[in-house]
């Protein structure tokens, strides 16, 4: 018997759009996923808790990692660096677990490369005026971060093309339905519906 794997969800999204919000209420659904916690160097913001938010580690620790092959993907963000666990998503995916995964664009092409059955996810601003608002209304940058937060939103637009689903987040409870209808749907595929219910079929056939 074909033994059921877990699926990897890839969220992407320029900073401002309300990524982590809606990862957050995801998190809370009845869907039973986990969220991957990346590794990074950047300093924790104002209520991250270590091994919840991330894993908070400093550059020397970071790059040993790398030099060890312990990140599936990884990459350089304003000066800061982000990696995921190899091992750690190998293993609950292998176990059926569902994964929720968070990164930028660039993070994202390499998880695709080495695990082609993942499943991305692009998350839109309604407008350009709205990012550039939430931007500045959320008082964790300075100007000229912001600055280049929204130059950087245009880059990763350009990447749209590479992702299953795109999600405008106008409103947070439409956007979040969006997510759990995506959720859903992958697990009513054909092919893991074969395996799931294969002793069914195997009655009725």
């Known amino acids: 018997m074909t033994k059921m ?4 969800f890839i969220i992407s999204a320029p900073s401002g759009t309300g990524k982590t919000s809606l990862v957050r209420a995801l998190l809370q659904s009845d869907l039973n996923l986990s969220l991957s916690i ?15 938010d991330y894993h908070f580690v400093d550059e020397e620790t970071f790059r040993q990692m790398l030099r060890n092959g312990e990140f599936v993907e990884s990459a350089e ?7 995921t666990s190899q091992k750690w998503i190998d293993s609950a995916i292998a176990s059926g677990q569902d994964i929720l995964l ?3 664009c660039q993070g994202a092409k390499q998880i695709q490369q080495i695990l082609p059955g993942s499943i991305g996810i692009f998350i839109l601003p309604p407008s350009a005026n709205t990012l550039a608002t939430r931007l500045k209304t959320r008082a964790q940058d300075n100007p000229g971060i912001i600055e280049k937060r929204l130059v950087a939103a245009r880059e990763e637009v350009g990447h749209i093309t590479e992702f299953d689903y795109v999600i405008i987040n106008d409103k947070l409870e439409d956007a979040l339905n969006d ?6 749907a992958e697990h009513l595929k054909k092919a893991r519906q074969l395996i799931k219910y294969h002793e069914l079929i195997a009655q009725l056939s």
């Open 77 to 83: 963000v304003y000066g800061n660096l982000y990696g």
């Open 38 to 52: 990346s590794h990074t160097t950047r300093p924790p913001r104002s209520g991250e808790v270590n091994g919840r």
């Open 102 to 104: 968070e990164i930028d």
């Open 5 to 8: 794997t877990g699926c990897l």
């Open 179 to 184: 997510l759990i209808c995506i959720v859903r």
